[in-house]
């Protein structure tokens, strides 16, 4: 019934956006709302339907799972152990003819218990009665499974202890170091390569990258998609990547009427330099610099619109060294189609933008990942158990010279049935054995 | 030798011959286990053994086509819906190869070799070109992953035919059962009286034929949409918008295309209805037709055909030892449960854990990966501490592999997630 609930509570969470999912930048309070309509949206973050997986109430559900898991098989592994390991041998043949398979024979209980010894059964005898059974481990594998199901309950649990499942993203350009927030490490984005497929979709992507500790580099290595670094419980992750416009390649023009090249800036869109010089002699003074440039229609300031790179603007002078004076003024929308405003000798134009690239790496730290692989390998290893090994039982009576055997199968019936065929050496269809 | 770049028409070839082998082998199949019994054992006995060898020349064919396309595309081809579909096609014919070689259960080829037609048919729907892997599915847990979750299901598939295999069967005894007590409308109530019924029998009675025939009608929307995707496919009838390209008439078209923007069909405006911003209104809109397609073809397979309802036409003509269905139904599962638990589950974490970070994601295909688990879970504890056997228990095979068909198909085309890049359109 738990299994039910947990099913169904999961579906609800497949069909609704969830917060960790969702591609939007508006928070889940807005988000929601405007997404399923303001009932069922206010409805479902109430609930906690955003966020299902990790809400308290499938939390709850999750941990009724382990509290039953617990009591049930403790519950039944004791007296299960009990009738395996010390069976009723003795059985009056009724019972014994009773059971999924049975055949009579001709013979005596020494041959039997022989002939089930040789087959790999384990034989206990009382008196004319003879009990024999193979797999038993079978039966323990259920339990084998619910132990390793209860790791991974606790390592999945443990992930909300503090400091067991930590996560940091840095972005970082060519050539760039970015301390990592937190943590005494720095990276360093010594090349990012990005290749594609014909058809446009991303073939591979990698980052040569350094991790620095404490200032110091302790490895050196190609951080790719399926290739993390790992060091000291942290892994490294290749996730994503940004283009933004880089540099700007900037010319310096002599006023017309001599329109004469003069030299080629570069110039940092993200963070200009406070002064480039021109020659000897001259110097381009950068005033104020925006990235995404707006006027704020309320207050009449500029400022800048998002983090983005979309429309940077360069205000700044032209200052002659010599004389110590201001020569002249520019105002440059660097992705803008109109001539820059200008006055004085010089003006800039613009030749190129460079392009320039960020890798997303993701840093890692999960404590409970050996603890929840331990736990999968236990259910693993009580699934092959469970499945793949058979518990068969005999119960062999021996009455005037005739043997009455019984069969029972805990799994597997129609190989039972075989291995009876075989062992007594019954033809198709005879006996109930069939 | 076979040249490099011959290798891809060869694998379309050797494919093509598994899906003949699979189609004859439903045909052989389907005349061998009715055609025996009604000439009495005189005709027709030798069809199963043929058929068996056709099950399994389709799937040396099929793993040849795989291994010809593995080589050819230079990944492992389980990388796209086409390349998958076809897989479970072939994982699907295998598990059955290997059960049926247990348990030679007549009947059985009968439902299940028509599952790999069909899984190979709908296979073609997607764009068989190969696409170059993005760098997420770069990595040796894709063959690993894939594959063995697929086998997983594929015991899964068997696991359903034998369990549909037990239901008609089971529901043919009892008709048979009831035409011979009543001759009479009467007698046949008097009869019906007579029996003690208990509760969940009744509940059966009343509810088994009303599901079996809402399951052939699923069934056949789902061949009326293979049939109706591959038709159109290569009609070459589009209505194209801005967001989409329909094959069909849209019913429903996106949002934001006007009501009749795309003129008039039939008289009708196109679109008929605007969807909805939040609705996939392409999938929607092929969703109706499948189950307008799916409602003809049921209404007249029961007009013409079958005259009656469809799972009484087939019960009278199952005959075998429901018990070994059952038994076969429940060792699928069981062999299926811990192949699907490592591929689909375990190996699913250990990619991810590897690829993106986190061993769990709680992607919608993670999440209903997790909720078919969650259902033959619930279906070993009900069958084994519960003593669910028969008929309940054959339910829950039915409905484990829907919810394995939703995991594989309806979220790729339902629902957003990380997974989808394997998403045909």
Not at chain 1, 277 to 302: K, M
Not at chain 1, 333 to 338: D, G, I, L, N
Not at chain 2, 23 to 40: D, E, K, N
Not at chain 2, 354 to 377: C, H, M, N, S, V
Request: charged share 15%; net charge neutral.
């Amino acid at each position: 019934m738990l299994i039910l609930l947990i099913a169904v509570a999961s579906i609800a969470g497949s069909l609704i956006e969830q917060e960790t999912l969702y591609q939007d930048w508006r928070p889940p309070k807005l988000y929601y709302p405007d997404r399923y309509g303001a009932f069922w949206g206010n409805l479902f973050l109430r609930l906690g339907l955003t966020h299902t997986y990790s809400s308290v109430w499938y939390a709850t559900l999750i941990l009724l799972v382990v509290v039953s898991l617990i009591i049930c098989s403790f519950h039944r592994l004791v007296p299960l152990h009990r009738a395996l390991t010390r069976p009723q041998v003795w059985k009056l043949a009724p019972f014994i003819r009773r059971q999924e398979v049975s055949h009579e024979v001709e013979g005596n209980l020494e041959e039997a218990a022989t002939l089930l010894r040789k087959r790999g059964y384990k034989v206990v005898r009382d008196r004319e009665c003879l009990y024999a059974d193979k797999g038993r481990l079978s039966r323990y594998g259920p339990y084998i499974i619910h132990i390793g199901l209860l790791i991974v309950a606790f390592a999945g649990f443990s992930r909300a202890l503090p400091g067991w499942d930590e996560t940091r993203d840095v972005w970082i350009a060519d050539g760039q170091t970015v301390k990592v927030p937190e943590t005494e490490f720095a990276l360093t984005n010594h090349k990012f390569t990005l290749e594609f497929h014909p058809n446009g979709a991303p073939a591979h992507f990698a980052t040569d990258a350094s991790l620095l500790k404490n200032g110091e580099e302790v490895a050196r290595t190609s951080i790719e998609v399926n290739h993390p670094l790992r060091y000291d419980g942290w892994r490294f992750y290749q996730t994503s990547w940004r283009e933004e416009p880089g540099t700007a390649r900037l010319k310096v023009m002599a006023a017309p009427p001599l329109e004469q090249h003069l030299l080629t800036l570069e110039l940092d869109l993200r963070q200009p330099e406070a002064v480039y010089p021109i020659g000897d002699r001259f110097e381009l003074h950068v005033l104020s610099y925006y990235h995404d440039f707006v006027v704020d229609p309320a207050t009449g300031e500029p400022g800048n619109a998002s983090f983005e790179i979309r429309n940077p603007v360069l205000l700044g002078d032209f200052y002659d060294r010599q004389t110590g004076q201001v020569i002249g003024k520019i105002a440059l929308a660097v992705f803008a189609k109109e001539p820059p405003v200008y006055q004085g000798p010089f003006y800039l134009a613009v030749d190129t933008v460079e392009p320039r690239l960020f890798t997303a790496l993701k840093l890692h730290k999960d404590r409970s990942i050996p603890y929840m692989f331990t736990g999968l390998s236990v259910v693993m290893t009580g699934m092959m158990i469970t499945f793949f090994v058979f518990h068969w039982q005999v119960w062999v009576r021996e009455e005037n010279g005739v043997l009455v055997y019984g069969a029972r199968a805990y799994k597997n019936r129609f190989g039972l049935r075989q291995e009876f065929r075989r062992l007594l050496g019954i033809p198709d269809g005879e006996g109930n054995v069939s | 030798m076979i040249g490099h770049e011959n290798l891809l028409p060869a694998s379309s070839w050797l494919l093509l011959l598994a899906f003949a082998g699979y189609f004859a082998a439903t045909l052989l199949y389907v005349s061998g286990y009715i055609g025996t019994r009604l000439s009495h054992g005189v005709r027709f006995t030798r069809n199963v053994m043929w058929a068996d060898g056709a099950i399994w020349l389709g799937v040396a064919a099929h793993a040849a086509a795989i291994l010809a396309r593995w080589q050819g595309a230079g990944h492992w081809p389980t990388s796209n819906m086409y390349e998958f579909v076809g897989f479970l096609a072939f994982s699907s014919m295998l598990a059955f190869g290997v059960l049926n070689r247990i348990y030679r259960l007549p009947g059985l080829g009968a439902l299940v070799a028509p599952v790999g037609v069909f899984l190979l048919a709908y296979s073609y729907v997607f764009p068989p070109k190969v696409q170059p892997l993005v760098p997420a599915l770069k990595s040796y847990w894709l063959p690993l992953h894939v594959s063995m979750a697929a086998l997983g299901e594929g015991f899964f598939a068997v696991a359903f035919g034998a369990a549909l295999l037990y239901l008609l069967r089971v529901r043919g005894l009892e008709l048979s059962a009831q035409r011979a007590e009543g001759a009479g409308p009467a007698g046949g109530a008097a009869g019906a009286r007579s029996v003690h019924l208990r509760r969940e029998d009744a509940w059966e009675r009343v509810w088994g034929p009303r599901a079996m025939e809402a399951l052939f009608y699923l069934i056949l929307v789902m061949v009326g949409f293979t049939l109706l995707a591959l038709t159109l496919r290569y009609s070459g009838f589009q209505w194209v918008f801005d967001t989409a390209t329909y094959h069909l008439p849209p019913l429903i078209g996106p949002f934001g295309d006007a009501v009749g923007s795309k003129g008039s069909f039939l008289g009708l405006p196109m679109p008929l209805l605007e969807a909805p911003y939040w609705m996939r209104a392409k999938h929607v809109n092929s969703l109706l037709y499948s189950l307008a397609v799916g409602g003809l073809l049921y209404g007249l397979i029961r007009r013409f055909f079958t005259r009656g309802p469809i799972g009484d036409y087939l019960s009278l003509r199952v005959h075998g030892n429901p018990e070994v269905m059952d038994e076969v139904s429940y060792r699928a599962v069981a062999i299926g449960y811990p192949v699907f638990t490592l591929g689909g589950l375990i190996f699913a974490m250990l990619w991810a854990n590897e690829a993106w970070g986190r061993y769990w994601f709680w992607d919608p295909k993670e999440t209903w990966a997790f909720i078919a688990w969650l259902t033959y879970t619930a279906y070993l504890h009900l069958r084994i501490s519960h003593g669910w056997e028969g008929r309940k228990s054959a339910w829950l095979a039915v409905l484990g592999f829907g919810v394995i068909l939703f995991t594989l198909i309806g979220v790729n085309l339902l629902i957003v997630g990380l997974h989808s890049y394997a998403g045909g359109d």
